[in-house]
């Protein structure tokens, strides 16, 4: 491990405005980094800085020459007319040149013009291994494979890789800046809400992708599941100023909790000793037999380090749903649906139920339709087939992912109020500040506001409804961590039911009781949350699999018997014999060689990380370069094994 970037003492203004005072964060060759904070923090800011976007006031950047920084902002799309493939090839220029240079070699050594001339061809034979070598050392002969691998993670097929970038969506093209950066593989990859766009079967192999990262990672990002999976150091940014936390983001928030406690307790002793102090000099200073006492006592006041008293959590949204009254118990019954934008259906034969307190999880690959459904059963669009009804006494509140793109020039005052025009002023504040809108804040205009501030607007609206059925589209959509949890608890604890869409698993895993699963051709049921959804789908995986085999090897069999129903002679048993025998010995080899190779690695890993071992770069670079090839040796025996077993 080394550093590979510090950050000392860093201050940054935008004209008079304080953004960050004083900042403090190092980064490890090997390290995954959380950046979090409220919206607003200046932690976007800090990643332009470390990536050279953005000049600061004054402290210290410190990197180490040849350090390699990548860096994808917020929705950052790839502009370029180039296709798919062509602009991912762009990363590997170098390489490719090398490739180029292979090939005029190889044409060369095979003209016999060059044979009869023993030390130009000796000389070609030793250019074309030396470019070979560096062909292999850099990665030569895999990086179509890389590209392939990252595209296939990112949902992309081989059928898009002509298509020009220029005809896709904001959002493919966010992907497609995403798989660029992860193929050029800088030493730090510096990721800014890099889960925006991602369905969830993206975003697990993301998290996957991430976690075997040979560089080090810093992150922002808004997705908790994606965070406690991925980092092992969180820098949290509150109050202009950083502080860090070791482990996860779970990890963090129980660290932070029992830190202000611990932080809070010796506040408080200190403040009763104060308190004991002041009294007793109070009450003895002035009498002759305890005078130099309460001196002392003085003394001691005078030259005591007072703390502060803690500093909690900043001011939270203040968030509570509740209803007018109670709906039936039978909420919502969905029969053969099918529904569409167009003539054409996203899915077909949707059957499902709600009951009164459900809170039920719709999830699905990006495009399915779950968006649709939602606008479907709020009559926003028609079914092509099928009915749905609603049971008695059931009153609707419907939170679109677009109602947070709020354009009004209203103020925000003025937006809530319009809707309740019966309620006072005062009441209207009330409700906005318990959203975080205080002060002037309700007087700006709606078009003015940021992502976060829109959502938490609409979700005032939605509060003051008072339905006791909520249909929510992506709601913890533009919301920073803190005020994610704070709306997860108010929908916890509201007595009504709950029927929503969400890429965020975490919410999904706190909030879900029950999950359907869309498919084009229906919707699957799943009693539980999250971690319990994914734990069926991988045993039904299992299943399928196991099956598959089965049958395969059924039909094995079947074929042998046709096609060989005579029994086979004595000779071509043997020989048969002979080979399996030859077989199983050639396993046995290549698992213990395997086990060898694995055990060296893993040697080489923990030498690695002695300090009188990392300190030796000659040494590192010695380790690394066989770490490499014991890797290489270990891809090639796992290919025969394969094909052995």
């Not at 976007?53 to 410190?62: A, E, K, M, N």
């Not at 008072?466 to 803190?482: C, F, G, Q, Y």
């Amino acid at each position: 491990m080394m550093i590979i970037l510090q950050v000392n003492q860093l201050t940054k203004y935008f004209g008079a405005d304080l953004i960050l005072s004083n900042i403090k964060l190092e980064v490890q060759s090997k390290d995954r980094i959380a950046l979090v904070g409220r919206n607003g923090a200046g932690k976007s800011t800090l990643l332009k800085i470390i990536s050279n976007q953005l000049s600061f006031d004054s402290g210290d950047l410190i990197k180490p020459k040849g350090v390699s920084i990548g860096y994808l902002a917020q929705d950052t799309g790839l502009q370029t007319e180039r296709s798919i493939w062509d602009e991912m090839l762009t990363v590997f220029t170098g390489l490719r040149e090398l490739e180029t240079q292979m090939r005029t070699l190889e044409a060369k050594m095979g003209d016999p013009a060059y044979f009869e001339d023993e030390v130009a061809y000796a000389r070609i034979l030793k250019e074309y291994d030396e470019v070979q070598e560096a062909f292999k050392q850099k990665g030569g002969f895999q990086y179509e494979a890389d590209i392939r691998s990252v595209l296939h993670g990112l949902r992309f097929s081989e059928y898009d890789y002509q298509t020009p970038i220029e005809t896709l969506s904001g959002g493919q093209r966010t992907r497609l800046a995403l798989a660029k950066l992860l193929l050029t593989k800088p030493d730090l990859l510096i990721l800014d809400e890099p889960t925006n766009h991602l369905d969830i079967d993206t975003l697990s192999w993301l998290e996957n992708y991430l976690q075997g990262y040979p560089g080090a990672l810093l992150i922002v990002s808004h997705d908790r599941y994606f965070l406690d999976k991925v980092v092992n150091i969180v820098y949290e940014i509150s109050r202009k100023q950083s502080a860090k936390f070791i482990g996860n983001y779970s990890k963090y928030l129980e660290q932070k909790a029992e830190q202000y406690e611990r932080e809070m307790k010796m506040f408080e002793k200190q403040q009763d000793e104060i308190a004991k102090l002041q009294d007793f000099v109070a009450k003895n200073l002035a009498r002759a037999s305890t005078t130099k006492r309460a001196q002392s006592r003085r003394r001691q006041l005078e030259k005591m380090e007072v703390m502060d008293r803690p500093k909690g959590d900043e001011k939270s949204a203040s968030i509570m749903f509740d209803i007018d009254r109670q709906s039936g118990n039978d909420v919502l019954k969905a029969k053969d649906l099918s529904v569409s934008y167009d003539t054409n259906p996203v899915f077909r034969h949707v059957d499902f139920s709600m009951s009164r307190g459900d809170s039920v999880a719709l999830v699905g690959p990006n495009g399915i339709g779950k968006s649709t459904l939602l606008k479907t059963l709020v009559r926003k669009l028609k079914p092509l087939e099928g009915t749905f009804s609603f049971g008695a006494n059931v009153s609707i509140s419907y939170y679109d992912q677009q109602q947070a793109d709020l354009t009004s020039n209203k103020t925000v005052l003025a937006e809530l109020w319009d809707e309740y025009p019966q309620k006072m002023e005062k009441e209207i504040r009330t409700v906005l500040g318990n959203f975080l809108f205080s002060g002037d804040d309700v007087l700006k205009p709606v078009s003015t506001l940021s992502g976060g501030e829109k959502a938490r607007l609409a979700l005032s609206k939605l509060m003051m409804e008072r339905s006791n059925v909520l249909i929510l589209d992506e709601p913890t959509n533009h919301l920073d961590l803190d005020s994610k949890e704070i709306l997860e608890n108010a929908l916890i604890d509201y007595p009504g039911t709950i029927l929503f869409v969400s890429h965020d698993r975490y919410f999904i895993n706190r909030l879900a009781t029950k999950v359907y699963e869309l498919s084009t051709v229906g919707a699957t049921e799943y009693l539980g949350d999250y971690d319990y959804y994914v734990e069926k789908k991988e045993e039904a995986l299992e299943l399928e699999r196991l099956e598959a085999e089965t049958a395969t090897s059924k039909k094995v069999t079947s074929t042998a018997t046709t096609e060989a129903p005579e029994k086979m002679s004595y000779e071509q048993e043997k020989e048969a014999k002979r080979l399996e025998r030859q077989r199983k010995r050639r396993v046995e080899e290549i698992e213990k060689e395997m086990e060898e190779l694995e055990q060296k690695i893993e040697n080489n890993e923990s030498e690695l990380c002695l300090p009188e071992v990392y300190q030796d770069h000659e040494k590192v670079l010695e380790l690394n370069t066989a770490n490499e090839a014991f890797q290489e040796r270990l891809l090639a025996l796992m290919e025969e094994w394969e094909e052995l077993v």
